[in-house]
């Protein structure tokens, strides 16, 4: 966790919360758009600011799903509000790193114990553990 705060220490300001940030949101979103709409089979809707492609066959998206840009790719689970409020937070990360979100998720590491992103995002939220643990 501390290697990639320490890395965006280091980041130029113009590179965060910036056009520049929102460019890499909106190409983000635009390639979830593309991947959810060639593979989804369920239901695409729009809830809290994101769009929800459901029906993903499992190899095209990690673990119960993955936040791209303001999109949202799962398989077939159900989609409760504290999930959706986990990738929230990711969609609101997409738009602070744009471009820089998937190398600064990839440094931060695939244990979502120890990934600062899902910390931030809420553990339980995101059902890596336990709700109240």
Not at 8 to 15: F, G, I, Q
Not at 75 to 85: C, E, F, I, N
Not at 102 to 128: K, M, Q
Request: proline share 6%.
């Amino acid at each position: 966790m501390a290697r990639s705060r320490r890395i965006e220490d280091r980041l130029p300001r113009v590179l965060l919360d910036s056009p520049v940030s929102r460019l890499g949101y909106l190409y983000g979103t635009a390639v979830g758009w593309v991947w959810g709409s060639l593979w989804s089979t369920g239901r695409v809707e729009r809830r809290e600011g994101m769009w929800i492609f459901r029906g993903m066959p499992r190899w095209a998206y990690p673990r119960g799903g993955v936040a791209m840009g303001g999109c949202f790719l799962t398989g077939d689970g159900r989609v409760t509000p504290s999930l959706l409020r986990h990738e929230a937070v990711h969609a609101r990360q997409w738009r602070r790193f744009g471009f820089l979100m998937p190398v600064l998720y990839w440094i931060s590491g695939r244990n979502p114990l120890r990934n600062r992103f899902e910390i931030e995002a809420g553990l339980a939220d995101g059902n890596y553990v336990p709700r109240g643990a």
